[in-house]
C-alpha cells in the first residue's frame, strides 16, 4: 500500500489520497470515497445533508470563564460623589453574544456617628456606566448612630455585546457631605465574580 493512500474498499474503487493528519475518508456515494478535512480545535463532528461534517458546538448556558477581583483595602467617603470601592474584575468575552454574570459581596461596610443623614449609596459599574443599584439608603437612620460589619450582594446578568475587554467594579457615596460612610472596614474581604455565559 503506498504511504498516504489508501485501497480500494470493493468494485475497483481508486485510491484516495489523505493529504492531512486526521483527515477522515467517507462514502460519498455507493463507489466514490471523499476525503473531509481535520476540523478546527474544539469542534465537533456532525451530519449536514447526510454527510459528514465538523462544526463548533452552540455555547448555550454553558459557564465558558470565570474571574474573580478581590480587595480588603479600606476606603472611605463623606461626599456625595460616587468614588472607587477598590473592588473591581475585568473580563474579555469570547462571544459577542455572551452574557456576563456578575457576582458582588461588599463586605465590612459601615456608616460612622458623625451625622444623622449617614446613608451608603453603592453601584455597580461596567466601563463608567452604572449598570445596578446595589443600595440607595443603606443603614440609614436619621440619627447619629455607628452601623457596621454589614455586607451588600447582588447578582446581576449583564450583555456587554462585545469581545473586548470590561472592566466591573462597585461605586460608593454618601448620602450626605458629612462624616463618613466606609467598605472594607477591618480589613474585610470583598469580592466580585465575572462569569461568561455563552449564548
Same mark, same amino acid.
Given at each position: 500500500?503506498?504511504?498516504?493512500r489508501?485501497?480500494?474498499?470493493e468494485?475497483?474503487?481508486? #485510491?484516495?489520497?489523505?493529504?492531512?493528519?486526521? *483527515?477522515?475518508?467517507?462514502?460519498?456515494? $455507493?463507489?466514490?470515497?471523499?476525503?473531509? $478535512?481535520?476540523?478546527?480545535?474544539?469542534?465537533?463532528?456532525?451530519?449536514?445533508?447526510?454527510?459528514?461534517?465538523?462544526s463548533?458546538?452552540?455555547?448555550?448556558?454553558?459557564?465558558?470563564?470565570?474571574?474573580?477581583?478581590?480587595?480588603?483595602?479600606?476606603?472611605?467617603?463623606?461626599?456625595?460623589?460616587?468614588? *472607587?470601592?477598590?473592588?473591581?474584575?475585568?473580563?474579555?468575552?469570547?462571544?459577542?453574544?455572551?452574557?456576563?454574570?456578575?457576582?458582588?459581596? +461588599?463586605?465590612?461596610? +459601615?456608616?460612622?456617628?458623625?451625622?444623622?443623614?449617614?446613608?451608603?449609596?453603592? +453601584?455597580?459599574?461596567?466601563?463608567?456606566?452604572?449598570? $445596578?443599584?446595589?443600595?440607595?439608603?443603606g443603614?440609614?437612620?436619621?440619627?447619629?448612630?455607628? +452601623?457596621? *460589619?454589614?455586607?451588600?450582594?447582588?447578582?446581576? =446578568?449583564?450583555? #456587554?455585546?462585545?469581545?473586548? $475587554?470590561?472592566?466591573?467594579?462597585?461605586?460608593?457615596?454618601?448620602?450626605?457631605?458629612?462624616? =463618613?460612610?466606609?467598605?472594607?472596614?477591618?480589613?474585610? =474581604?470583598?469580592?466580585?465574580?465575572?462569569?461568561?455565559?455563552?449564548?
Amino acid at each position: 500500500m503506498t504511504a498516504g493512500r489508501i485501497p480500494s474498499i470493493e468494485g475497483g474503487i481508486q #485510491p484516495t489520497l489523505l493529504t492531512t493528519t486526521g *483527515d477522515i475518508i467517507y462514502a460519498s456515494s $455507493a463507489s466514490n470515497p471523499a476525503r473531509l $478535512a481535520i476540523g478546527s480545535s474544539a469542534q465537533v463532528l456532525t451530519v449536514s445533508g447526510g454527510i459528514p461534517a465538523w462544526s463548533t458546538p452552540a455555547g448555550g448556558g454553558k459557564v465558558l470563564q470565570v474571574i474573580m477581583g478581590t480587595t480588603s483595602t479600606r476606603a472611605t467617603n463623606s461626599t456625595t460623589t460616587y468614588a *472607587d470601592t477598590n473592588l473591581t474584575g475585568t473580563i474579555t468575552p469570547s462571544s459577542a453574544t455572551s452574557k456576563v454574570l456578575v457576582l458582588v459581596s +461588599q463586605s465590612g461596610v +459601615q456608616r460612622s456617628n458623625g451625622n444623622s443623614g449617614n446613608a451608603l449609596l453603592l +453601584q455597580l459599574q461596567r466601563e463608567g456606566t452604572s449598570i $445596578a443599584q446595589i443600595s440607595n439608603e443603606g443603614m440609614e437612620t436619621d440619627t447619629a448612630l455607628r +452601623q457596621g *460589619d454589614f455586607t451588600y450582594n447582588i447578582a446581576y =446578568l449583564d450583555s #456587554p455585546a462585545t469581545t473586548s $475587554a470590561r472592566t466591573y467594579k462597585t461605586q460608593f457615596k454618601n448620602r450626605v457631605a458629612a462624616a =463618613l460612610v466606609s467598605v472594607q472596614e477591618a480589613s474585610e =474581604l470583598s469580592t466580585i465574580i465575572l462569569m461568561e455565559i455563552g449564548a
